[in-house]
Each structure stands twice: as C-alpha cells, then as structure tokens.
C-alpha cells in the first residue's frame, strides 16, 4: 500500500497544491454550449496537445489557468459558478467537499461508523455524475423491456411492470400524476413521513429484478444497477438545486404503446422583488414515425404558455405545424393561452437554465 508522497502522486489524485490556482474563467455561450448549471459539478482531465497542457472537458480544449501543477492523465473535478460576467470552473477535492444538501436529508449517523462512511462516500459518487444518462430510455423501450421480463421470468414482476407502463393513447392528468409519484424519485421522502411508497414504484422494480435475476445476467443486472444511479443522481440533484432556491426534478416515464419519454421540471430561484420565474417542463422520446422530438414548455403568469419544438424529421415538423391552431384551442379550453409555439427542423441545442422564450405572437420556425 502507498502513503505520503507516494499516494499524494498517484494519476487522479487532487494535491493541495492544484487547489490554489485561478479558476478558469468562460464566456457565457462557451459555458452553454457544455450544457453548463450553476453550482454543477463536472469532471475533466489533463492532456498533452503537441508541447503544451490542455483541459479536456466535455469534448473541448481548454488552456489551464496559471500556478497550477498537472501532468498528462490526471483527473480532476471542477465545480461551475455563474457570475455577472461570465462563468468560473473552481477545482476542487470531492473527498474534502461533504454533500451537505443530500446528507441533511439523510437520517443522522455516528461520523465514525461504517454506515456514515458509506453513505457520504455513495451521495459524493451520485452528485458527481452527469445528468441522466439514455439506461432507463434504453431499458424501458418496448422491446427491451418484454426482453427483459422474459429473461426472469417472474409474473408478479411483469403485472408490475405493466401497471407502471402508461398509455399514449389514454394519457389523463391523474395518470400521469400517478406515474410521477411512481417514478422511484420520491420514495425516501414519504418513507420519512411515514408514508407508503406507491405500489409500482420504478426504484422498487428495478431492485425486485436485480434480485429475480441473481447471477443469471451480469451484464443486465449492471444495467439495472446504473438505472437506479441515474435516479438518485436525480435525487441528490433535486436536493442542491432547492438548497439554491430552485426547483428541479427529471425522471423516465415507460409506455405500452410508446416508447419512453424522459420529463424533467425546472423553475428557477426567485429574485427578490421580482415576479416569479418561468416553470418549465422539457420532454424528450424517439418516436418510431416521428423520430427524435424534443418539447419544452414554458408556463408564466400562472397560465401562459410558450413552446418550443425540435424535430429531426421533416414529417414530424409539418404535422405540428398543420395542427398547432387545434393545440392552442385546447389549451385555451385548459384555461391557458398559449403566447407563441416555435418549430426547430433540427436536434435541440444546449440551452442554459431557466431559459425562455421571449413574448411575442405565435412563430413557426423550420431551419
């Protein structure tokens, strides 16, 4: 085993004195253009590019700041600040660095006891990945997922399964309501309310196959496994956003005769003396006609709505174009009135939080 200089030295290790250095400073479209949030923490590492260092993060070169001491190869965490002008990358230790937010809501144990080490060693791993990863769409495709339950073999799992799926074609508020408390995202906290969880909690199925399968599938059991670290992620996520005022919260939603949608909710912290914020609601699926389609709506002032498309097929983009009047006249028949409706013929961009579209008459764009 290694320890003193030996250890410090080691490839991925922070030593204290990389700590001391400038952040790096970006411009703010370079900062959304990696799909940057404030207080997000990402991971980079260090390259040799001909004779000089580069940072390589989220597939872009970037110079290191001055004082600061890296070789080829080492890893290294950084944590995104958002400031007026501009953003910061601060390095950082994760193992100095307790995950305060996510360990408050954790039930208090002995700081020296196993369990506590475990705990803070497993939240610091949660709240380093990236945001969600395509496992649970993968895994709640269609096919895979009769793929799945044939492998286990298990009838209890599969009538569980299908009480979680929901239907495209039948889709109502309370149902959707249902699959939300169902996502696996809130069952620690009606646990420590004293409530039971949902009867077709996703986290809980996702445990109960691990289990049916044992050692049948490793490779299927790894990925149940990561589907349920994409969900807590979530969680812990959820729990540093609130403790900076916001509202944030993304789950996969499984369908019988669709493929999954992947939801996430957003509302930004609310500045003092100024009106609420927009909520936000981001949906993406790859439909098996349409294609990969991309929606984020916009609600102000408790009932305006602004939407946004992305669409990768043409056919997909002239049939919400042809029945975008018919949309606003169902929203209106909601009690909502829908501000503008915008069409991309393109995949998303990365768009910074809290974005939103400006006022205006309703637009129909295809580029």
Not at 161 to 188: H, I, K, N, P, T
């Amino acid at each position: 085993m290694l320890s003193g200089p030996e250890q410090a030295a080691l490839p991925g290790r922070l030593n204290p004195i990389y700590l001391e250095g400038r952040p790096l400073q970006l411009e703010t479209p370079i900062a959304q253009q990696l799909g940057l949030r404030d207080g997000q923490i990402v991971q980079a590492s260090v390259e040799l590019r001909g004779e000089a260092l580069k940072l390589l993060l989220n597939g872009k070169l970037f110079d290191l700041p001055p004082a600061l001491r890296f070789r080829p190869g080492d890893s290294l965490f950084l944590r995104a600040y958002q400031g007026a002008n501009g953003w910061l990358l601060k390095i950082f230790d994760p193992a100095a660095q307790p995950v305060a937010t996510a360990a408050a809501a954790a039930p208090a144990l002995p700081p020296e006891s196993p369990a506590a080490q475990i705990n803070a060693s497993r939240l610091a791993a949660l709240s380093l990945r990236p945001p969600m990863s395509p496992t649970l769409l993968d895994l709640f495709a269609p096919r895979q997922a009769a793929a799945l339950l044939q492998t286990t073999a298990n009838p209890e799992l599969a009538a569980m399964y299908q009480r979680m799926q929901l239907s495209m074609r039948g889709l109502s508020g309370a149902s959707l309501q249902a699959a939300v408390l169902g996502s696996g995202f809130w069952m620690e906290a009606l646990l420590s309310r004293g409530q039971s969880p949902p009867a077709t909690d996703t986290k809980a199925w996702l445990r109960r196959m691990i289990r049916a399968l044992g050692d049948k599938d490793t490779s299927v059991v790894a990925g149940l496994k990561r589907a349920i670290d994409d969900i807590e992620s979530a969680q812990v996520e959820s729990l540093s956003a609130q403790s900076r005022g916001e509202l944030s919260f993304g789950m996969v939603l499984p369908f019988m005769d669709a493929n999954p949608v992947h939801v996430r909710f957003f509302r930004p912290a609310r500045q003092p003396g100024r009106e609420a914020p927009p909520f936000s609601v981001d949906i993406h699926t790859e439909n098996e006609v349409l294609g990969e389609i991309w929606l984020k709506t916009s609600i102000t002032r408790a009932s305006h709505v602004d939407l946004m498309m992305w669409a990768l097929k043409g056919s997909a983009v002239k049939l919400a174009r042809k029945h975008s009047d018919a949309l606003g006249q169902r929203l209106r028949q909601a009690g909502l009135t829908m501000d503008s409706f915008r069409i991309f013929h393109a995949a998303r961009p990365s768009l910074p939080e809290g974005w939103s579209p400006p006022a205006g008459a309703m637009l129909d764009v295809s580029a």
